[in-house]
């Protein structure tokens, strides 16, 4: 891309990361995704053949490194690209604060699922099989969601894997959106019926430490403004 023409050394900077998508892919590449798939996953909106031109833009850049992985490849963060986890993530809590409106083309079930699949508590979860189904009630196309937690492993599903179901959650996905960020707590959307969760009742207790929160979630939220006072005007 043309530069800024600029020494200035954030002029610098944003000729590698404020191409689109750059600063998302770098998200992602952050969060654990290492294949050209997983990418794709987190990345729903974004196709393939830009995803595999950032990539190697990245590589070029120094940021990336490409390895063999039994016959696929699989992308490493170097030492730069690792640098820029604490930027990244401050971004985002600048957003939380300053940016907290979410207009629907914002929620998208396949990238919540993929972070809420990505962000389980192992330690928690009993042993065996457990299988937590997810419903969205306002949802079109990937209204259901299955994630399969087995011998340390999580998957994610948007197909009835044949599971028996250990808990299911329904609600409406923006609901579901804000609680994964943080802005609405379990209980206050269990209890004004906006998310409901059946199963045993081990598991419908068990499902709150399973199911961690977003990075951002404990990002403290600026306090609300205090309500304007009108003084009515002297007769």
Same mark, same amino acid.
């Not at 940016?99 to 389980?120: A, E, V």
């Not at 996905?173 to 959106?177: I, Q």
């Not at 998310?195 to 709150?208: D, E, K, M, N, Y």
């Given at each position: 891309m043309a530069g800024y023409g600029q020494f200035c050394p954030i002029a610098k900077a944003m000729e590698l990361l404020d191409e689109r998508w750059t600063v998302l892919v770098l998200r992602e590449l952050l969060a654990g995704s290492t294949h050209f798939n997983q990418l794709r996953r987190g990345l729903p909106h974004m =196709?393939? $053949?830009?995803? =595999?031109?950032?990539? *190697?833009?990245? @590589? *070029? $850049? !120094?940021?990336?490194?490409? *390895? %063999?992985d039994h016959g696929e490849v699989r992308y490493e963060l170097t030492e730069a690209g690792r640098e820029l986890g604490p930027i990244v993530q401050a971004l985002g809590g600048w957003a939380v604060r300053w940016?907290?409106?979410? !207009?629907?083309? +914002?929620?998208?079930?396949?990238?919540?699922?993929? +972070?809420?699949?990505?962000?389980? +508590?192992l330690a928690a979860v009993?042993?065996?099989?457990?299988?937590?189904?997810? %419903?969205? @009630? +306002?949802? @079109?196309?990937? $209204? *259901?969601?299955w994630v399969v937690v087995e011998d340390g492993a999580v998957d994610l599903c948007d197909f009835d894997p044949g599971h028996g179901v250990s808990v299911t959650l329904t609600t409406d996905?923006?609901?579901?959106?804000l609680i994964w960020r943080g802005d609405v707590p379990w209980p206050e959307a269990?209890?004004?019926? &906006?998310?409901?969760?059946? !199963?045993? =009742?081990? $598991?419908?207790?068990?499902?709150? &430490?399973?199911?961690?929160?977003s990075p951002f979630a404990a990002v403290a939220r600026p306090p609300a403004p205090a309500p304007t006072v009108r003084v009515p005007e002297p007769a």
């Open positions: =196709s393939p $053949a830009l995803l =595999s031109k950032r990539l *190697r833009t990245l @590589t *070029r $850049a !120094g940021l990336l490194v490409r *390895r %063999a940016m907290p409106d979410l !207009g629907d083309l +914002d929620l998208d079930p396949h990238l919540l699922m993929w +972070d809420l699949h990505r962000n389980i +508590d009993p042993p065996g099989r457990t299988v937590i189904h997810v %419903a969205f @009630t +306002d949802v @079109t196309h990937s $209204a *259901r969601w996905l923006r609901t579901m959106v269990m209890r004004d019926g &906006r998310l409901t969760i059946t !199963g045993p =009742s081990q $598991a419908r207790r068990g499902v709150l &430490r399973w199911l961690t929160l």
